[in-house]
């Protein structure tokens, strides 16, 4: 009667863990990647996150992110929080409601597994292949694929550093276009869906230099999100407010589910 009862209590927690196993197999995979509008900088003001989130960045089961020890947990704002390190304060960013949306309107895809690998302030040439981030975001993305799952796309939002000085802005394509075709390689996945965000602000001088290239690639399967015109918070330029990080995160969602990816 004994051993019964024991089964009878522990059979549930036995049977939890056991879908959630499943879940995590068969898992899409995102990864998120660029400088601090992807990391997410909104309702951030003087070094202080306001803590709104709202209600299209909410956490959800299916949702998870791999935290900072590289274990998978429930993803929350700051979805970046522990990544982005560098005296830099993290606040709503497009990937909640990026994952929020998906689920929404595909309920099927089942569970959603965020990495988030985006660093403030860093420009292209830190991304570049051997680099320490271009490292980081490799091993992240291999851990998250160790127990099941598939990486389903890159989410990617940088420029504004590279639009300060004109060099660094008229070589920004070829740089964006090498840094693709390299993570793609390595990742081995040479047609992986690459979803990238056009400057919302005029960051520097030359943001309109880095906007064009960014809007000229053609590469197969990447697809260009323009940010244009998305609000950005006056007392923290040129970093998009909270409520333009729902509006992009959902475009990023629509553009992801338009193309069937």
Known sequence: MFPLIIFMFLAPFQLQSEILV???????????????NMAGRGGVAN?????????????EPRILRLNPMLRWEEAHEPLHGGIDPLNKTCGVGPGMPFANRVLERDPCIGVIGLVP?????????????GSYHYNQLLKRANVALQDGGQIRAILWYQ???????????????????????DIRGDLAC??????QVALASDAGP?????????LEIK??????????GLEVMENNKPHLSTSAQVQLGKMLANAFLHNGI
Do not use: H
């Not at 070094?47 to 956490?59: F, K, L």
């Open 159 to 181: 420029g504004e550093s590279d639009s300060l000085d004109i060099i660094s802005a008229r070589m920004y394509k070829a740089r964006l276009i090498e840094f693709f075709l």
């Open 22 to 36: 499943d879940g995590y197999a068969g898992k899409s995979i995102f990864i998120l990647a660029g400088q601090s």
């Open 117 to 129: 690998c985006a660093i403030g302030g860093t420009n292209i040439t830190e991304w570049k292949r």
């Open 190 to 195: 040479p047609e992986l869906p690459i979803l």
């Open 219 to 228: 590469l197969p399967n990447v697809t260009c999100i323009d940010a244009k």
């Open 47 to 59: 070094g202080t996150w306001d803590g709104y989130v709202p209600a299209e960045c909410r956490p």
């Open 206 to 214: 030359y943001s309109e230099v880095v906007r064009k290239a960014q």
